[in-house]
């Protein structure tokens, strides 16, 4: 549930939110989309799958590379700017949305993708978060949600799970962990979709859905962090990790009444909607100011 | 309004300003064309007057949903091409320590303008203040450059709002404006400069061609532009260190940083006779010289113009650009005087950076004031009387 008032919503929820189905493409024209082959993430990480799924998805899209802005945070995924061969900008710890929010204010023919960590999106960043939400800004928001805190060495996050272990939960974790997804159509997002590492076509596809989409997007790909989550907790065997996560996500029309948990979750497109635009109203808010200063 | 702050300038009238309001409009003719800030005392006025003002030339306004986002998304228009503009205070400008160190670091033109009040913490929000001036030169972490402008006056909070988008947008960094609750809140009527006469430096794109943009980097005496994000050039933006040529991050190399970080620096201070202004008023044969900046300079003033009617040699040297400090005035001034007193609205911050450029050639005489209450001018003559024993003043 939505936990906006006076949302002005242009039209109902589309029946059908399927997003497009994007045509896998080669390594070599991927690469094409990468400055450098090396990549600091760790083996088994899902950084590297959820990337190919972003240029998969562009790629699939026709989007000009020249006009694409990937706006990145802190952490492992927030690596993914110096790779990807598109204007990009690696800002601070939790800054994203709100450097992107500027740049897509300013020019709002740019098309921008954020890409956060879980704790880079719902920690320290959880304030601009359910601002963008809010103001449906028409950015699209790919959250690597790996449950963990990577790059600092495997310490609890707010998508860390009730009991689970890390560096700074040796006991286990008494704190309950956020739903991403929940959290964003409650603060306001207009299209919300869960992917993951494993189901990789799927992933592309949602990634390409919220690109599309006119406002505020926001993709959970659920990454698999063998290194450190599964060392502390599920398995360190990345092969074995995909497999569970296989087994843990759900097509969101077969969800419908189970009890969600952390190995039971929906994936798929899990709210769409219309509603005005920040940009959009911004452009009208000038008009107005126009006619008023001239008259 | 009768007639507008446009339309005053280029008739040559004045016009009754505030000085947040003269920020504002001086942010209009500098060609900003994006505002992003949060509501504090005493800066408000600047946001509002902005709000109203920025669509009318089709440019954004955002309140976002605190200072760091502020900054961040200055930071985001700056990159996308705009001239952007933040303004807060003391504690909004704490928050925005962070980014205002990314845009040092990722080298983003920007201007943050800072309306100081009493501090620490909430501390006295309606009063004046100068306690951010080192703040403005140290806040952020690590090794950076930065210009911060001290504006007197409510012709100057339009002026220098100008100039630090020029400062800004030619050494590709953020620029601080200090202005303080007295200087922002007051009016006077002023007459501002032409438009057609401003000198407003706009934003240029490298000459060179997109394919080539990583083998060409700048340089202490020629600093590229950046190009827009969203252009064929396809820059990487970054707050880790980075190869100054490609842009790429390099963590790995003492070189590269070495080499990043002497180039912030430089970029600056390397330049800092074109950037640094100085006022020096009445200092020709002045024995006395009364070192005071923005709304304490105002008091100063009304004590050299006494001092000098009743023959004492007072002068008084007010910096314009506080960061990077006025070393070579300071320098001359101490040659010529025996004691520089340092009146200022926290405690001995800059009188310390003063002492430093003086160098004991002449007797530096600090006076601070943190209880929201300004500098009066007959607070500054107690001082500068035992400085002339032999002389016998007048009572006024």
């Known amino acids: 549930m939505s936990a906006l008032v006076d949302e002005q919503r242009l039209e109902a929820a589309p029946e059908d939110c ?7 493409h080669t390594t070599a024209e991927i690469r094409r989309h990468l400055r450098t082959p090396k990549t600091l993430w760790c083996p088994g990480c899902s950084n590297g799958t959820i990337t190919r799924a972003l240029i998969d998805a562009v790629l699939g899209l026709a989007i000009d590379p020249e006009k694409l802005v990937v706006v990145a945070g802190i952490g492992c995924s927030g690596r993914i700017s110096a790779y990807l061969e598109y204007s990009t900008v690696h800002t601070a710890h939790g800054r994203a949305l709100a450097v992107a929010t500027g740049a897509k204010a300013a020019d709002p023919g740019l098309e921008i993708v954020v890409v956060m960590g879980d704790g880079d999106c719902a920690a320290i960043g959880g304030n601009h978060f359910i601002h963008a939400a809010r103001r449906n800004v028409d950015l699209t928001a ?7 805190y990577g790059m600092t060495g495997g310490q609890t996050s707010p998508t860390t799970h009730l009991g689970d272990k890390s560096t700074t939960s040796v006991y286990g974790n008494v704190e309950p962990a956020f739903d991403l997804c929940e959290l964003a159509h409650a603060a306001g997002a207009t299209y919300v979709a869960r992917g993951t590492a494993w189901s990789y076509q799927q992933l592309v596809n949602v990634i390409a859905g919220g690109i599309v989409h006119k406002g505020f997007s926001m993709v959970e790909a659920m990454a698999v962090c063998p290194v450190y989550y599964g060392r502390f907790n599920l398995t360190p065997d990345p092969a074995e990790f995909l497999r569970l996560q296989k087994e843990h996500a759900v097509p969101a029309a077969k969800f419908e009444d189970e009890t969600r948990s952390h190995e039971r979750y929906p994936i798929g497109v899990l709210h769409h909607a219309e509603r005005a635009e920040f940009t959009t109203g911004l452009a009208g808010l000038k008009e107005r100011a126009r006619e008023a200063g001239h008259a | 309004m009768a007639i507008s702050v446009t339309e005053a300038a280029k008739a040559g009238v004045p016009v009754l300003l505030q000085g947040n309001e003269a920020v504002a409009e001086g942010a209009i003719a500098a060609g900003v064309r ?4 949060y509501p504090i005392t005493p800066s408000t006025e600047i946001a509002e007057v902005l709000s109203r003002r920025l669509p009318e030339v089709g440019g954004t306004f955002i309140q976002m949903e605190d200072e760091i986002a502020s900054i961040a998304a200055v930071c985001g228009a700056s990159l996308a091409g705009a001239k952007a503009l933040t303004a807060t205070s003391g504690p909004g400008f704490s928050l925005m320590q962070e980014m205002i160190g990314f845009a040092s670091m990722a080298q983003i033109p920007c201007v943050i303008v800072d309306v100081m009040r009493g501090g620490p913490s909430t501390g006295l929000p309606t009063d004046p203040a100068q306690g951010d001036v080192m703040q403005a030169r140290w806040g952020t972490h690590g090794e950076h450059s930065v210009i911060a402008l001290v504006p007197s006056s409510v012709e100057e909070c339009y002026t220098l709002t100008v100039e630090a988008f020029n400062l ?16 922002g809140h007051m009016r006077e009527a ?3 400069p032409h438009p057609d006469k401003l000198r407003v430096a706009e934003r240029g794109m490298p000459d060179c061609d997109p394919d080539e943009y990583d083998t060409v980097s700048s340089t202490i005496d020629n600093i590229l532009p950046r190009p827009p994000l969203g252009s064929p050039f396809k820059v990487h933006v970054t707050g880790l260190v980075y190869n100054r040529r490609s842009g790429a991050p390099d963590t790995a190399d003492p070189a590269t940083a070495a080499d990043l970080g002497r180039y912030l620096r430089e970029k600056i201070y390397h330049h800092r006779d074109a950037i640094v202004r100085v006022e020096e008023v009445e200092m020709d044969g002045a024995e006395v010289a009364i070192f005071a900046y923005g709304s304490v300079a105002r008091s100063a003033m009304a004590v050299v113009k006494k001092a000098r009617a009743q023959g004492a040699r007072v002068g008084m040297v007010r910096p314009i650009t506080l960061w990077p400090f006025p ?4 320098a001359r001034m101490a040659e010529q005087v025996r004691t520089v007193i ?5 405690i001995k911050q800059m009188s310390w950076e003063v002492e430093a450029a003086v160098k004991g050639r002449a007797k530096v005489v600090d006076y601070g004031r943190v209880d929201g209450e300004l500098i009066t001018p007959e607070e500054i003559l107690e001082l500068v009387k035992p400085e002339f024993y032999y002389h016998r003043w007048e009572d006024t």
């Open chain 2, 327 to 330: 070393t070579a005035a300071v």
């Open chain 2, 342 to 346: 340092v009146p200022e609205m926290n």
């Open chain 1, 18 to 24: 399927a997003p497009p189905r994007i045509k896998p």
């Open chain 2, 34 to 37: 994006f505002y992003a800030g």
């Open chain 2, 190 to 192: 002023v007459t501002l």
């Open chain 2, 168 to 183: 800004s947008e030619q050494y590709r960094t953020p620029v601080i404006i200090l202005s303080d609750a007295l200087i």
């Open chain 1, 142 to 148: 790919i959250v690597f949600n790996n449950s963990i």
